[in-house]
Structure formats: structure tokens, C-alpha cells
């Protein structure tokens, strides 16, 4: 339990932190999800690589902005964002 005004304040700080970082991290889970199977789909002619590369996109702005505001390492992000970007480029241009 905090027993001075500051430590008082930097646990509601910590709590509110935590809550907005939990809440990005979701979104960016459910977009890498989401564009891992447009991907996949788009590599077995049940989509289209243009919906693939939406979703891919989507994806990155949104590890682009967990970066920015150190929910993910920015290493990591690069990463995911580096391996997402090969799978879409793999698939063939007439898909």
C-alpha cells in the first residue's frame, strides 16, 4: 500500500498505463491475426492479394504505433512487420 501522495499517484499512473497498453497490444493481436489469414487465404485463391495487403498494412500502422508508445519493443515490431511483409510478398502477382 503507498503511503505518500507520490507513490499514490504513480499506482493510478501504473493502473491507467496499464489498462491502454493492454487495450493496444489486443488490437494489435486481433490485426495480426486478421492479416495472417487474409494472407493465407490469399495464398490458397480463396482471397484476393489486394485484401491481404489491406490487412497486412493495417497491420503495421498499428505495430508502428505500439512501438511508439513502448507497449512492444520496437525491435520486435520491426520484426513482426519484416516476416508479415515477405509472406505477402510470396504470393504470386496473378492472385
Same mark, same amino acid.
Given at each position: 500500500?503507498?503511503?505518500?501522495?507520490?507513490?499514490?499517484?504513480?499506482?493510478?499512473?501504473?493502473?491507467?498505463?496499464?489498462?491502454? !497498453?493492454?487495450?493496444?497490444?489486443?488490437?494489435?493481436?486481433?490485426?495480426?491475426?486478421?492479416?495472417?489469414?487474409?494472407?493465407?487465404?490469399?495464398?490458397?485463391?480463396?482471397?484476393?492479394?489486394?485484401?491481404?495487403?489491406?490487412?497486412?498494412?493495417? !497491420?503495421?500502422?498499428?505495430?508502428?504505433?505500439?512501438?511508439?508508445?513502448?507497449?512492444?519493443?520496437?525491435?520486435?515490431?520491426?520484426?513482426?512487420?519484416?516476416?508479415?511483409?515477405?509472406?505477402?510478398?510470396?504470393?504470386?502477382?496473378?492472385?
Amino acid at each position: 500500500m503507498a503511503n505518500h501522495k507520490s507513490a499514490e499517484k504513480r499506482n493510478r499512473q501504473r493502473i491507467t498505463r496499464t489498462l491502454r !497498453a493492454r487495450s493496444l497490444r489486443t488490437r494489435v493481436r486481433s490485426s495480426l491475426k486478421a492479416a495472417r489469414v487474409a494472407v493465407e487465404a490469399a495464398s490458397t485463391e480463396e482471397g484476393s492479394k489486394d485484401d491481404a495487403a489491406t490487412a497486412v498494412r493495417a !497491420a503495421c500502422q498499428l505495430l508502428d504505433k505500439a512501438a511508439s508508445k513502448n507497449v512492444l519493443p520496437k525491435k520486435r515490431a520491426s520484426r513482426i512487420k519484416s516476416r508479415l511483409t515477405v509472406s505477402l510478398n510470396k504470393l504470386s502477382p496473378a492472385s
